[in-house]
């Protein structure tokens, strides 16, 4: 009985830790959202920040890498930069025209 109630206790102590640390990398992914849209931002068109976009906390280090969360922080990054590269040409575009 009592090894019964001792295995019991352990697999409750391991679902809760699962639970637990899909938490924190979920808390993790959202940072990493938002400091990529940050860095976008702050961006302005110039193309500067993409190199900090690419090398913030690369795949594997604040997620486990090809997990969904790794996939989508990957995602994000991707049109992070994708949006900085836009930026980055519409204003180039902009500037040839009031030239």
């Known amino acids: 009985m009592t090894l019964v109630v001792l295995l019991c ?43 900090d976009i690419r090398s913030y906390y690369p795949s594997g280090t604040k997620q486990v890498t090809g997990s969904h969360l790794d996939l989508l922080v990957e995602r994000c990054r991707r049109l992070a930069i994708r949006l900085a590269n836009c930026d980055c040409a519409k204003s180039a575009a902009d500037q040839k025209r009031k030239e």
């Open 9 to 51: 206790l352990c697999r409750w102590i391991s679902v809760e830790w699962r639970l637990v640390e899909q938490s924190i990398r979920a808390s993790f992914a959202v940072e990493q959202f938002g400091i990529f849209e940050e860095f976008a931002e702050r961006d302005g068109g110039t193309g500067h920040m993409v190199d």
